[in-house]
């Protein structure tokens, strides 16, 4: 199953918990075994850590926790609304391009694979 959300794409939450409902973010990293993203500033939790000498300080920190990838929605980047995304392929003179596109407005978002002929 192709995954529609790449690291960097700003992202909004839809469900989870209330404080998180309504955020945006940018993602950080891609967890396709598990089906989860990590946005930046969104699902923060306390994480206590073990002291070890010489390396890191122990401690309670806090960290970005893992949501489920059908909790979020891309931010389309051409009318900043929340979209599903599709794929589009393109062929172009000796070149085969396949673009990720926006459901809503109609337009590219990035550029996914380009093939020559």
């Not at 992202?11 to 409902?21: D, L």
């Not at 969104?42 to 489920?68: D, F, Q, S, Y």
Request: hydrophobic fraction near 35%.
């Amino acid at each position: 199953m192709a995954v529609k959300i790449k690291k960097g794409d700003t992202v909004i939450v839809m469900r989870g918990k209330e404080a998180n409902r309504g955020k945006t973010g940018k993602v950080k990293e891609v967890l396709r075994e598990k089906n989860r993203v990590i946005v930046e500033g969104i699902n923060i939790v306390k994480k206590h850590l073990k002291e070890i000498p010489n390396v890191r300080e122990g401690g309670i920190v806090e960290v970005e926790a893992p949501i489920h990838i059908s909790n979020v929605m891309i931010l389309c980047p051409n009318c900043n609304k929340p979209a599903r995304v599709g794929f589009k392929t393109v062929r172009e003179k000796k070149v085969i391009r396949k673009y990720r596109y926006c459901k809503k407005c109609g337009e590219n978002i990035d550029l996914v694979r380009e093939k020559p002929l």
